[in-house]
């Protein structure tokens, strides 16, 4: 649902809307990084793919992170 939550963001007519959606988006991540630790302690991935999208969802998590803050940074300044 992160990519769904920046696309459905994209499309409101308000900014602040956009900014909500992609602090959801963000939220989708913290829930992606919890059901990839459920799949591994449940034995459906392994130790080192787990590594690995843990990984990736923390790369994400990071761009959205710093995509929000230039938002509220832009708002500021405007």
Request: with cysteine.
């Amino acid at each position: 649902s992160i990519s769904a939550n920046i696309c459905e963001g994209a499309s409101q007519l308000y900014p602040k809307k956009y900014f909500s959606f992609l602090n959801n988006a963000l939220g989708s991540c913290g829930e992606t990084e919890h059901w990839l630790m459920r799949c591994r302690d449940r034995g459906y991935i392994s130790s080192m793919e787990f590594e690995e999208l843990s990984n990736k969802a923390v790369e994400v998590k990071k761009l959205i992170i710093t995509y929000l803050k230039n938002i509220a940074k832009e708002n500021k300044e405007a």
